[in-house]
Nanobody, 123 residues
Framework: VQLVESGGGLVQAGGSLRLSCAAS????????MGWYRQAPGKQRDLVAT????????GYADSVKGRFTISIDNAKNTMYLQMNSLKPEDTAVYYC?????????????????WGQGTLVTVSS
């Protein structure tokens, strides 16, 4: 299973960006997805999560009210709408998917990561 992020870029403070994460490849079922970010010299932190079946969401305190996570199960694609961006939001954003997939050996646990997309917010 591959995850491909897109939508990163350079934006001024106060601006908006929309990130996408598309899952593909093989037979799989996703139960939850999330966005994480890693700023230079810092650890990777959780930004937002979504349960693909219940639709329940969770956010880091630093992005509550500004970011919105959503999922299109038919397209196996997750989104992160980021508004009112701040310079401190600058980071590489990674998507994660959890669930199960099937290979020649049978059912396996899925825990996949995308390659990351850079978001730079200028002041």
């Amino acid at each position: 299973v591959q995850l491909v992020e897109s939508g990163g870029g350079l934006v001024q403070a106060g601006g908006s960006l929309r990130l996408s994460c598309a899952a593909s490849g093989g037979t799989f079922s996703i139960s939850a997805m999330g966005w994480y970010r890693q700023a230079p010299g810092k650890q990777r932190d959780l930004v937002a999560t979504i349960n693909s079946r219940a639709g329940t969401t969770g956010y880091a305190d630093s992005v509550k009210g500004r970011f919105t996570i959503s999922i299109d199960n038919a397209k196996n694609t997750m989104y992160l709408q980021m508004n009112s961006l701040k310079p401190e939001d600058t980071a590489v954003y990674y998507c994660n998917a959890e669930g199960v997939y099937v290979d020649y050996e049978g059912l396996k646990t899925l825990d996949a990561w995308g390659q990351g997309t850079l978001v730079t917010v200028s002041s």
